[in-house]
């Protein structure tokens, strides 16, 4: 059997996937309880925080602020890619 080459066999339906305005509406709403989160480890100018699960449950969210004057905005982007870890 070979591969087909009409793509419209790979159509995929979404069922159940919120709107952007709703994914936006709760970003905002998660950015703007973020001043509740708790405090983790300082580090230089870096502040890491945290928020637990909900109800015990989903998972922990995590934030990393920092502060960077227009000289140092270059190495900003790299600073966060370095001290990111992937399990």
Not at 79 to 86: A, D, G, I, N, P
């Amino acid at each position: 059997m070979g591969l087909s080459r009409d793509y419209n066999d790979f159509v995929l339906e979404f069922q159940g996937v919120p709107t952007f305005e709703r994914l936006l509406d709760r970003a905002r709403a998660l950015t703007a309880a973020s001043v509740n989160w708790e405090p983790g480890k300082t580090v230089g100018n870096v502040q890491t925080f945290s928020l637990k699960p909900l109800q015990g449950k989903g998972p922990r969210w995590w934030a990393r602020v920092s502060e960077h004057g227009p000289r140092h905005g270059k190495n900003a982007f790299d600073l966060v890619r370095s001290s990111l870890t992937f399990r």
